[in-house]
């Protein structure tokens, strides 16, 4: 893979771990800035709208720029947002930085996984959203329990002030490995592509089928991750020092699953569906069943988030091949499927919380999406995931 891709991917992970690492520095906000926990809970989810909304807004904005110019100004403007929430003492302003953080996070995934694919062989796209992804992943691994720990050590504001200064070597790999290319669009294609026909695409009935299913096996994920910490203390009876290790655990899981997919989503999507998604559906109902007992509780975890990953990003992949029509729009539409089940699915697993299910009420609504997503899936598998001749657009 291209070194360009690496590069790409530190600034994705700087990114990542500041979307995940808010969940460990709720409770210090509140208590700094003096509101509820609840209320801080807030800056969560404006980050996840900033998204959602983010990703086809920034797209079309930076759809004519230089690949250059947009993803170098995405960058800033996220570093520049944290320096600013790092240094107020006003909870609607940090909460404007995180809606703007998560505006220019959007853009920049939107415009690399776009121009990713650019970089290599037109049936290399599953392998090149692999290596993006793995900065996410590698922010579950590394940055989001170091963001805790310092957070823990030194206050909230250390680990802004670190992902701001995370963001500097992204913006010189961003600057030294991406050329600026005039005359055509950020992703290499044409200057008289038409905004209008790209979001056309989005009437294409296998463009939106494949998006549904990421975002649907994206919630399923997100249900569970986000709501681990009472699972492994109160389900499991381990102390909170455990909390980290289940993470680091799920992230490991989520690299290989990634790195795996990277292998087959190009070439053999439907083996990673079909095989994957229905192992994926038994390891959350194994999970909920099975989650008192704290062995198999870790073992669990590393699986769901290796098959969570790799089908999650099989699907993610299968967007982008169909929405090769709209060469400077498709990575929006990746991204947008990503966080409308980010989004999503945490909102519904909040919901179960405190009902008959009690902690593992968001693992069972993880197998649920995932059901619901193979009960879509199965029957149109020759059509979303067609084999080796037919993916190669």
Not at 214 to 232: C, S, Y
Not at 273 to 280: D, K, Q, T, Y
Not at 328 to 350: E, K, R, W
């Amino acid at each position: 893979m291209p070194l360009p891709l690496y590069l790409l991917a530190v600034a994705v992970f700087a990114m990542g771990t500041s979307e995940f690492m808010l969940a460990g520095l709720v409770p210090g906000i509140a208590t700094s800035l003096d509101v509820s926990v609840g209320a801080a809970g807030l800056l969560t989810s404006a980050f996840a709208v900033g998204m959602v909304v983010g990703a086809p807004l920034m797209a079309a904005l930076a759809r004519r720029w230089p690949a250059r110019t947009s993803l170098l100004g995405f960058v800033l403007v996220f570093a520049v947002a944290h320096v600013v929430g790092a240094l107020t003492t006003s909870f609607a302003v940090l909460l404007v930085t995180r809606v703007i953080a998560a505006l220019a996070n959007a853009g920049f995934l939107a415009v690399a996984l776009s121009r990713a694919t650019t970089l290599v062989a037109t049936d290399q796209k599953g392998r090149a959203l692999a290596v993006l992804l793995s900065g996410t992943t590698a922010a579950t691994i590394a940055g989001v329990p170091c963001g805790a720990v310092l957070g823990t050590l030194l206050g909230w504001r250390a680990t802004f002030w670190a992902i701001a200064l995370l963001c500097l070597p992204a913006a010189y790999g961003v600057v030294k490995s991406i050329p600026a290319r005039a005359g055509t669009t950020p992703q290499g294609t044409p200057a008289h592509s038409s905004l209008r026909s790209e979001i056309a695409q989005l009437g294409m009935p296998r463009l939106v089928l494949v998006m549904l299913l990421g975002a649907l096996v994206n919630a399923a994920t997100f249900a569970t991750f986000t709501f681990l910490a009472p699972i492994v203390t109160d389900t499991a009876g381990l102390g909170e020092l455990w909390v980290s290790v289940v993470l680091v655990l799920f992230g490991l899981g989520s690299f290989a699953g990634v790195t795996l997919a990277g292998r087959l989503s190009d070439q053999r999507p439907g083996i990673v569906i079909a095989v994957g998604g229905p192992l994926l559906l038994l390891g959350w109902v194994a999970l909920a069943t099975l989650a008192a007992q704290p062995v198999v509780l870790l073992l669990l975890v590393f699986v769901q988030g290796m098959l969570s990953f790799a089908l999650g990003s099989t699907l993610i992949a299968r967007v982008l091949y169909e929405a090769a029509g709209a060469p400077t729009m498709g990575g929006s539409y990746a991204t947008a499927a990503l966080n409308i089940g980010a989004a999503g699915g945490p909102a519904v697993a909040a919901a179960t919380l405190g009902a008959n299910a009690g902690d593992l009420g968001p693992v069972w609504v993880s197998g649920l999406l995932v059901a619901i997503a193979l009960l879509i899936a199965l029957p149109f598998l020759r059509v979303i995931a067609p084999h080796v001749g037919q993916a190669v657009r």
